[in-house]
């Protein structure tokens, strides 16, 4: 059964600082995706990583998935306030349909 | 863009009653999906379905079933409803091929009192 882990659950971040969340699964899979979840909203498409070294950028956020370690990293860069929300890693399971393991989630607060 | 709408973003229902949810999707996508969402669980799969009148369980599908009679439409259903299904109820769907990145609806909140 694949298992999907994200730290830290909660991330309390001064504006202007870095911070890594990490997110480790439990069975070989090529394909990981961020989404970012703001209060009482849904989920929003941020990252699609879909081979071993990928890296994606866009704005203060950035996404890499090391698939022999079993691992993808979202790194925030000089952290601004909107960038307070929920973030989630979710991996490919496989099969026919391709569902999706999700993450706990990680609740960002960017402190002024 | 792709959208996904759900039928209600707010329900209160009493124990005991049949509940629907819809999801309807306007891009074409085979696959559709629902999920829960509850605090410091994540994202809990119900149900899913590759194609129409198809459906296979997800991780937690007891005390709920689902229908999908058209392409683009997917229902969830409880058949009777309890306190311990409020929750947050997310639909997604995605294409049948590469990069399987799933859009999701704005949610319904359930309240079941």
């Known amino acids: 059964e694949l298992k999907v882990e994200q730290n830290p659950l909660f991330l309390s971040m001064q504006e202007g600082k870095n911070y890594t969340i990490y997110c480790n699964y439990s069975t070989t899979s090529d394909r990981l995706y961020w989404y970012r979840q703001d209060p009482g909203k849904s989920l929003e498409s941020l990252f699609v990583l879909l081979s071993n070294g990928a890296v994606k950028q866009e704005g203060r956020l950035m996404a890499s998935l090391d698939t022999k370690a079993r691992l993808s990293t979202l790194h925030i860069t000089a952290a601004v306030h909107d960038l307070s929300a929920t973030y989630f890693c979710a991996v490919d399971r496989s099969g026919s349909a391709r569902q999706l393991t999700f993450g706990s989630g990680t609740q960002l607060t960017v402190l002024p | 863009d792709v959208k996904v709408t759900q039928s209600s973003r707010y329900l209160v229902k009493r124990t005991g009653e049949k509940v629907f949810l819809e999801c309807v999707q306007d891009m074409d996508h085979e696959n559709m999906f629902w999920y829960r969402q509850d605090p410091g669980l994540g994202l809990r799969l119900i149900y899913f379905?590759?194609?129409?009148?198809?459906?296979e369980k997800g991780d937690i599908p007891e005390g709920y079933s689902v229908s999908r009679e058209k392409k683009e439409r997917f229902s969830l259903i409880l058949e009777s409803a309890s306190t311990n299904q409020t929750s947050m109820y997310l639909c997604a769907s995605t294409l049948g091929g590469v990069p399987y990145e799933q859009y999701f609806g704005p949610g319904t909140r359930l309240t079941v009192t």
């Open positions: 379905s590759y194609d129409v009148k198809m459906k």
